[in-house]
């Protein structure tokens, strides 16, 4: 698959509250606002797109700030991040509230809104990113800290944007494919696109500037309130990086209306490696 196979959507670009923001759109519904991780950008959702469009949905696919074709000036804490989700929604013009899917870091900001901007949240739904109190406790256990070695590497300056840009973006697809279970939607055309906008002008910096933002926001974490929307979590069981049993139990302290679907045979990038059982899953979560 590439991007002009997936000749459903279409491309926007505006300023929204100061940033040039990139997004795809397809579908007519409620609108469904999909949110990419580390390292990729709306391609992420390649496999959900259509599906979700298909099943009633307005599907809505940002290139988050610092990502391909969005801007890429900072800061990167989660409170602005968010805060470019929410001007998103209310652009868009289909009401307050939209249905939050986030991945990785995606996920990172649907917990956020979930937590502090509720008033644009009407169901969330988080894929491989666990709740921030959660990462948080969890990066002081030794077994999720060896697993997240590369958020400490990532703190050193030009080293990161240097090594995932070389040779062309090679690192990157090898550790795209090297994250995955089943290969089947990992081949070098498929995974092209990421590869070109992680090369593309201050963006290997921009992308990594949300792993240097984070040190600053873990010791000083906003005051955290319970998550009332209705959530659901999914979690690929053989992600390497963020291990279901130091990261997800508990979770239900602070998420009233929580349900946790476990995802076997994939890893990290679940929406690529089992995109069925993913688009299952969100259609029926998003539809209720």
């Known amino acids: 698959m590439t991007p002009a196979d997936l ?25 469904v606002v999909l ?16 599906a979700l469009a298909e099943a ?35 652009a868009l013009g289909a009401g307050p509230k939209a249905r939050i899917v986030g991945h990785d870091w995606g996920g990172a900001v649907a917990w956020y809104l979930g937590v502090r901007r509720p008033e644009h949240v009407e169901r969330l739904a988080v894929l491989n990113c666990p709740h921030p109190l959660a990462m948080r406790a969890g990066l002081l ?15 050193v300056p030009a080293l990161a944007e240097w090594l995932l840009t070389k040779d062309g973006a090679g690192n990157l697809l090898r550790m795209l494919k090297g994250n995955a279970i089943d290969r089947t939607n990992y081949s070098d055309e498929e995974l092209q696109p990421f ?13 990594v500037g949300w792993y240097r933002a984070m040190p600053k926001q873990l010791l000083n974490p906003p005051p955290v309130t319970t998550i009332e ?29 929580l349900k946790v679907q476990r995802i076997e045979n994939a890893g990290h990038f679940v929406q690529s490696d089992q995109p069925a059982k993913v688009n299952e899953a969100l259609i029926d979560f998003l539809s209720a």
């Open 56 to 90: 009633g949905f307005r599907v809505v696919v940002p290139d988050q700030r610092g990502y391909n074709d969005t801007g890429k000036q900072g800061p990167y804490d989660l409170e602005t991040l968010s805060g470019d989700i929410c001007n998103l929604i209310d």
């Open 141 to 155: 256990k030794p077994r999720q800290a060896l697993r997240s070695w590369y958020m400490f590497f990532f703190q």
């Open 35 to 50: 949110l990419h991780g580390f390292p990729e950008m709306w391609w992420s959702w390649r496999h959900q797109i259509q």
């Open 195 to 207: 590869a070109d906008a992680i090369q593309k002008p201050g963006a290997a910096k921009a992308m």
């Open 7 to 31: 000749d459903i959507v279409t491309h926007h670009t505006k300023d929204i509250g100061g940033l040039t923001m990139h997004w795809v759109e397809a579908g007519a519904g409620p609108t």
């Open 229 to 257: 929307v209705d959530t659901l979590l999914l979690w690929g069981m053989r992600d390497s990086a963020l291990g279901f049993d130091e990261l997800v139990p508990g979770t239900e302290r602070w998420v009233k209306n």
